[in-house]
């Protein structure tokens, strides 16, 4: 029809170029559907002279899977003619060729079913047709092929319907609007990939390809998709469709060098066969192959490279169940070889023979002459993956594509004047349908076919679903396509990808391979990407204290709550441990034997003190309050008691205020003391009556005032902002210190300044009376524990500031203890050695005789009084 038009004008002779007995199967009929299917492939090489014409190209490999595509079509074909209820007046013929999987042969291929066949062989002219047009081509397989086709003959809107192209390229209808499949587009397969390859956790995978279309849109989708899973490619290295030495060696080396342990593949199996060869020579078997869709059923590579294979994964179209079809496909026998070349070249490369007056023209290799057959061969001896019907899947596809032409033919041949799609509202007949008009209805198409419901959406893509398949080695060493899990598009994200995990037989047994190229971050720590390297190179970063992941390959670490705290894997959040100052602990145990010791010692000595009262050492310098000294101090030590222990709010008022007053007390009685020898010392005058002004009574009151202003300050104090417990997590983030928060740092600085006051008076007077007779003046003594207290406490506020949790209230107990010491010792250790161990020393005879005569009658007076 193309070639009529061109030769009308002026006259011309009209002649088809090249050549036209180009072998086919073909059948007459009402409606002539065309089909194209890769019966050969890998070209042989070839360099031309540019001298002489080129020849024609030849091809090395012959597939049997490919025939038994064309025997579907056409079972198919002769099934929809039986029919009554589809098509039941019209006749469908096909006209199917080899396209090669080659551009040029399935142009020319294409060309020939569009326009038809001439019926002059010999003068190659147009005036006769000798096979009808087809407006309708089932093809091509390749995605790349079927792209040529379609640039080709889009112009004229000829529908192609591919049961085997994927790449998604094809779903553009602004570029391919005559295009439909039954195959599903390579986005969803890809789809499907990417979550297989994330499902086991192969972040770090090698992707190869064959340099045209179809890969180079599959592997650019993958990696978008991938990324989104965080999977890497370890490389992306796309090869020729046919590599040479160089090449293939290229391909390998880029294998051996990368740690990916997994490999994704897409290109068919012609151009495997080479890489697989070269991996074998070079020892390289302990690749995980992940096969596109393009080969994920290739039986014909398990024969030579199934050490290889083995354990090989990959998505598969949808298997179905053809019913006679294995019948229909075993019928063949000489007799049609006789008759088809296509049949004659697949007999005589099953048998390896060579049949009388045969059609084949082609040779693959063969260095010696074949024997001829003998005419009792017989397929049902040898295994083929011709005859092979366990695995219809691009075969289920080439079915449904004749039935979605025959829908649609049978829908249009319902068609009624006055309601139809075309102008005027008119119908076409259907013996002389237009391609265009055919692509209108096939559009629009929705039918069941082996209880599959099928449509297809807005791009001509159908509804995807896939097969996922285990290359397993059965008992006698053949090659077991296992299904192992599904894809189905149709379920959405979270639920389109099933694996029966138990069921897969990997590469290396039964473990399931390793490809990453860093191990996983163990909960605990988080991943820090590599500078420069892809997401998946990174190192593993423990958390910091504080901080836990509770995930493997967590991105961040999580900071515990206040409460709590990373433990020691820092992979959960634990309780923080309470910290205070316990009686259980060592510490806590040595300051309350301590505490209790001075309590217990003073208590001796105001037994002592009480035992011998009427002696002239405890007489001396205030009796009374000396006893008053001695009970303030045994509080001092006994309140050291209430900083040991738990915390609580009470117990946090009770010690500060307790120690704050005991201490007020315990310095006003020695303030006391101190103005008692400075008055009885510096009376000049004999008779004076100086002390009558400072006797018991105001010595008791000016305790008394003292002590008021301390109790005082306290008050305002507990009033306006108390001490009270607290949780401290400053100082030690992994513990939480209870301790006791002193509130108003007013109120706890003005009662340790109240009592640094007191000291300071009390140093400055006994300062004063350091030179008075010796054998009553305590003044000296009364220097030196000032001297001690300002050294404790002087010495205690840095430590106090500068140390954390239980350690500040040791010091605070540290300090009370040393200071209530050193009152005990420097004021009553002296007393009491004269006491016990120089009681002859304790006798007013020895006192009056060691006196200065100067000084007599005070001193008498002062022992009176």
């Not at 199967?25 to 890769?38: A, T």
């Not at 076409?428 to 039918?447: I, N």
């Not at 806590?588 to 050492?617: D, E, K, M, Q, W």
């Not at 100082?731 to 003005?750: N, Q, T």
Request: aromatic fraction near 12%; glycine fraction near 6%; charged fraction near 20%.
């Amino acid at each position: 029809m193309f070639f009529k038009e061109l030769h009308s004008t002026d006259g011309a002779t009209c002649k088809f170029q090249g050549p036209v007995d180009i072998p086919s199967f073909y059948e007459k009929g009402d409606v002539v559907l065309g089909g194209l299917f890769p019966l050969h492939y890998r070209p042989a090489p070839y360099l031309p002279s540019f001298q002489t014409e080129p020849q024609s190209v030849s091809y090395v490999y012959f597939s049997p899977r490919a025939l038994r595509w064309m025997q579907t079509m056409i079972f198919a074909v002769e099934e929809i003619n039986k029919r009554q209820d589809l098509l039941p007046d019209i006749k469908l013929g096909y006209h199917i060729m080899d396209s090669c999987n080659d551009i040029q042969p399935s142009l020319r291929s294409s060309l020939v079913l569009v326009n038809g066949q001439p019926a002059d062989a010999v003068n190659h002219s147009c005036a006769g047709v000798g096979r009808a047009v087809s407006p309708v081509i089932v093809g091509d397989a390749a995605s790349g092929v079927s792209m040529a086709v379609l640039r080709t003959l889009g112009s004229f809107h000829i529908p192609l319907v591919s049961y085997f192209a994927s790449c998604s390229c094809l779903s553009n209808k602004r570029e391919f609007p005559a295009f439909m499949r039954t195959m599903p587009s390579d986005a969803y397969q890809i789809k499907a990939i990417a979550q297989l390859v994330s499902y086991f956790n192969w972040t770090w995978v090698g992707v190869l390809g064959v340099d045209n279309d179809y890969a180079h849109f599959a592997i650019q989708h993958f990696l978008e998709e991938s990324s989104r899973l965080d999977v890497c490619a370890a490389y992306v290295h796309f090869y020729p469709l046919s590599p040479n030495k160089k090449d293939v060696i290229k391909v390998i080396n880029i294998i051996k060098s990368s740690s990916a342990k997994v490999v994704l593949n897409f290109s068919g199996e012609s151009v495997l066969q080479s890489i697989l060869s070269e991996c074998r020579r070079q020892n390289v078997t302990d690749i995980q192959w992940i096969a596109s869709e393009a080969w994920a059923t290739a039986k014909s590579l398990w024969k030579e490279f199934h050490d290889l294979l083995k354990g090989t994964v990959g998505f598969a179209i949808r298997r179905a169940e053809i019913k006679d079809l294995g019948d229909f496909l075993g019928r063949i026998n000489p007799s049609h070889a006789r008759k088809f070349a296509f049949i004659a070249e697949f007999w005589e490369e099953t048998f390896e023979c060579k049949l009388n007056h045969s059609l084949n023209t082609h040779t693959h290799g063969d260095a010696f002459p074949r024997k001829p057959c003998t005419g009792r061969e017989s397929l049902e001896r040898v295994y083929s993956e011709y005859s092979d019907v366990s695995q219809l899947r691009v075969s289920y596809n080439v079915y449904k594509a004749v039935y979605l032409i025959a829908h649609a033919l049978h829908t249009l041949s319902r068609c009624e004047n006055g309601s139809g799609p075309f102008p005027n509202q008119r119908c076409v007949d259907v013996r002389q349908v237009l391609p265009w008009q055919l692509l209108h209805y096939m559009k629009q198409v929705r039918f069941s076919v082996l209880g599959e419901e099928v449509s297809f959406d807005e791009n001509g893509d159908p509804v995807a679903s896939y097969d996922l398949m285990n290359w397993q080695e059965g008992p006698d060493g053949s090659l077991e396509l296992v299904k192992v899990g599904y894809y189905d598009a149709s379920l959405g994200r979270e639920n389109s990808l099933i694996i029966n995990v138990s069921a897969v037989r990997w590469h290396r047994g039964q473990q399931v391979p390793r490809s990453v190229c860093s191990d996983s971050c163990s909960p605990g720590s988080r991943k820090a990407t590599r500078r420069g390297q892809p997401v998946c190179c990174f190192d593993c970063v423990p958390c910091a204290d504080g901080e836990i992941s509770s995930q493997t390959d967590s991105l961040d670490c999580t900071k515990c709550p206040l409460e709590t705290w990373s433990n020691k894997a820092r992979d959960q959040c634990i309780p923080k441990e309470v910290e205070f100052l316990s009686y259980s602990e060592s510490m806590g145990i040595v300051l309350t034997v301590v505490s209790t010791l001075g309590a217990c010692v003073t208590t001796a000595v105001s037994g002592v003190f009480i035992f011998f009262r009427n002696t002239p050492i405890v007489r001396a310098n205030n009796m009374e309050l000396s006893f008053l000294l001695l009970l303030f101090l045994i509080l001092c030590f006994l309140i050291a008691l209430t900083f040991i222990g738990e915390p609580t709010d009470w117990s946090c008022m009770v010690r500060y205020t307790a120690f704050g007053i005991s201490f007020a007390l315990c310095i006003s009685c020695i303030l006391a003391k101190t103005v008692v020898v400075l008055v009885a010392f510096r009376a000049t005058l004999p008779g004076s009556n100086v002390m009558k002004w400072f006797g018991p009574t105001q010595q008791r009151a000016s305790v008394f005032v003292c002590t008021s202003v301390q109790i005082l300050i306290c008050i305002v104090w507990l009033i306006t902002s108390p001490p009270h417990a607290a949780h401290n997590t400053v100082y030690r983030s992994a513990k939480i210190i209870l301790e006791c928060a002193v509130g108003s740092a007013l109120g706890f600085w003005g009662v340790l300044g109240y009592i640094g006051v007191l000291a300071c008076l009390c140093f400055f007077i006994a300062f004063l009376a350091r030179k008075l007779p010796d054998n009553f003046n305590e003044a000296k003594f009364i220097t030196f524990s000032m001297l001690i207290f300002f050294a404790v406490w002087i010495t205690f506020v840095p430590a106090y500031v500068s140390t954390p949790g239980k350690y500040t209230v040791a010091v605070q107990v540290f300090a009370i203890l040393a200071s209530a010491f050193g009152l005990l010792s420097c004021i009553f250790a002296p007393k009491c050695y004269i006491i016990l161990l120089r009681p002859e020393k304790n006798s007013k005879k020895y006192l009056m005789d060691k006196s200065n005569k100067k000084h007599q009658r005070k001193r008498t007076n002062f022992i009176n009084t």
